[in-house]
């Protein structure tokens, strides 16, 4: 496998469902729930299930990734910010970092093997696909050592998280749009301490809208990354009518195997 862009009898369409603004917890839901479909369909060598963006604008959470090994009841009360946010654990890399209005949270669930792609090569064009995005928007932005994407060593405009379970994907990115930073300040974001947190709207790009920001990434991502195009969907074209109850009833759905 390498970087290069699927070949053109192996490209897919990519689904894209903007959510809005929602609660962490029903993204959460719904990705699993299309992740185990895609582990169900490798398990039994059958056709995989689209490639499917998630793209939503959370309202205020903190996660945890899985580095985030010993929290204390201090440290949790203090996210927790009187009741303001939410704290939740995940599966993705990396480490305590802040999702909420004005921040758009694209989660990409794919099979890397579908796309030629390496776990390695994949986080790449993940980040690639943010720069080539920022770019458009007259903003120059790289990355370093560190995860993310930076506008200056100093500055992160991008968090970028992910998890792997035999070369399906989930989780993904957080790009700043509009975001209060003063939520990202109470932390040490992804455990980096002495940089901070940027925006576009900080950067002085005005105007942009969370479910505008998705849809040109989603267009940014499919180049990148090599796919046919991508196609706006509903949440009942890619649930059946009992998931998509249970799902909006609030009821747990999927589990990664």
């Known amino acids: 496998m390498s970087c290069s862009p699927a070949s053109s009898t192996t490209r897919h369409i990519l689904h894209h469902l903007h959510l809005g603004r929602i609660p962490f917890t029903k993204t959460g839901a719904l990705q699993s729930l299309l992740v185990s479909k895609h ?8 056709t995989s299930p689209p490639p499917t963006l998630l793209t939503s604008e959370f309202n205020p959470v903190y996660t945890l990734g899985r580095r985030e090994t010993s929290v204390t ?16 654990s995940t599966l993705r890399g990396g480490q305590t970092t802040f999702h909420g209005p004005g921040q758009m949270t694209g989660y990409l669930i794919c099979d890397l093997k579908s796309h030629n792609l ?11 696909s943010i720069i080539s995005l920022l770019e458009k928007y007259g903003v120059k932005a790289f990355t370093t050592e ?10 992160k405009i991008c968090a970028v998280g992910v998890h792997m379970r035999r070369n399906v ?19 040490v974001g992804c455990g980096l301490v002495g940089k ?6 900080r950067l002085g790009v005005e105007g942009k809208t969370v479910e505008e920001v998705a849809g040109d990434w989603a267009t940014e991502l499919v180049r990148t ?11 009942e074209e890619l649930l059946g009518d009992e998931e998509k109850g249970a799902w909006e009833r609030g009821e747990v759905l999927g589990k990664e195997e």
């Open 39 to 46: 582990l169900r369909a490798k398990a039994s060598a059958t």
């Open 73 to 88: 009841d201090e440290q949790l009360s203090h996210l927790r910010y009187d009741g303001k946010a939410e704290v939740h």
């Open 118 to 128: 390496t776990p390695r090569c994949y986080i790449r064009k993940l980040e690639s």
């Open 146 to 155: 560190d995860p993310g994407v930076w506008v200056t060593t100093e500055e």
């Open 169 to 187: 994907t989930s989780y993904g990115v957080g790009l700043n749009v509009n975001t209060d930073l003063r939520w990202l300040d109470r932390i």
């Open 196 to 201: 901070r947190a940027t925006s576009l709207q």
């Open 225 to 235: 990354i090599g796919m046919a195009g991508t196609k706006r969907v509903g949440v």
